[in-house]
């Protein structure tokens, strides 16, 4: 094993490491619970319209807090969990694509702070401004 690997596995099996997980697991199962509130509840209502914006927030961390658990469990050499995570993660991509089209706060206010935080941020010129 490398050392990179090595170390990946030692700090999953910390105390930080174990807190870290289990924050990260925590908001897998908050992101899910809320993808199957969206799943069964009636299109076009209040309660579809909050469970996909709270799903559609917690997708992106979901994602990471599993990939990292996918990583660890692969340095540990711990191959069931490999392969449960990557179900977990590969089942909450697809749910993130799956119903795409749905109304949510991203659609309409989010794209707008979007357009509004990317007029306010000024990104600088990555060259070396030209001398006279």
């Known amino acids: ?47 579809r319209y909050l469970a996909n914006t709270v799903f559609r927030t917690l997708a992106w961390p979901s994602i990471l807090a599993m990939a990292f658990s996918v990583l660890i469990d692969a340095a540990s050499g711990s191959w069931p969990d490999v392969a449960g995570g990557v179900f977990v993660l590969v089942a909450v991509i697809f749910r993130w694509h799956h119903d795409a089209d749905e109304d949510s706060w991203w659609k309409g206010k989010g794209k707008a702070f979007g357009r509004w935080l990317r007029s306010r941020v000024v990104f600088g010129s990555l060259g070396a401004p030209a001398t006279a």
């Not at 700090?11 to 930080?16: H, K, V």
């Open 1 to 47: 094993m490398s050392p990179g690997l090595q170390a990946v596995a030692t700090f999953g099996g910390s105390l930080p490491g174990n807190i870290l997980m289990s924050l990260g697991q925590a908001l897998v199962v908050v992101c899910l619970c809320f993808d199957f509130v969206r799943a069964v509840s009636v299109p076009r209502s209040h309660r």
